[in-house]
């Protein structure tokens, strides 16, 4: 199997009830400003091109976001700072994301999420997160011939990362190291670096910053061409 054969497995998912049930309500009552727009409503696979070396690990889609675009941070504010971070370090072709039709290209990068379907609060069950992880563990099987650094956004993801390396067979320190911020972990040759999620909770307050955004993608393309 390839990247397009697994994302549209993954777009047919329905293993979890309560995020079937969600999405595709939030689908159906949809958000004002956006009612003239037909929701994707499905699980959102990874963007990026099946060779890049650096993979950017999210946490699920929002709700009004990927949800709606179809596109993994796709039209949210997370996105918003996401992908014009990735374009000034180099990784995408245009600082903006708004539409799955708007020609973003990512560059070296693919971005994947720890549970596939919009969560309620933004929130999955640790159950979600189990029932999702063979996706991330097959997308990453897939990656791993190129793959050299991944990039996780913030603590959910960092926690689904690891048992799903230890599911591809990737030795993994112990204990499993804690996340934070410019937290840089070897995996038998692949970086786990650790990076603070762009949401609105972590940009807003200043914990998360522009700058320090770009030193971790900095610090990626530098792993990248080591
Ligand atoms: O604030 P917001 O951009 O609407 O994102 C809501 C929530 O979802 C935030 O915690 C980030 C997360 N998220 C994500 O992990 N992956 C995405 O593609 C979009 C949003
Ligand atoms: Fe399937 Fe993952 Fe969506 Fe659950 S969260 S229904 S496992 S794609």
Known sequence: TDLPALDDAIACCRACDRLVAWRE???VEKRAAYVGETYWGRPAPGFGPPDARIAVLGLAP??????????????????DWLFAAMHRAGLANQPTSVRADDGLRLIDARIVA??????PENKPTPAERDTCQPWLVRELALLRPTLRVVVVL????WAALWPSLVALGIEIPRPRPTFGHGVEVDASGLTIVGCFHPSQQNTFTGKLTESMLDDIFRRANEIVAA
């Open 25 to 27: 309500r939030v689908a």
């Open 62 to 79: 929002a709700a009004h976001g990927a949800n709606r675009t179809g596109r993994v941070f796709t039209g949210d504010r997370s996105g």
């Open 114 to 119: 720890a549970v596939r379907c919009a969560p």
């Open 154 to 157: 913030g603590g959910f993801g």
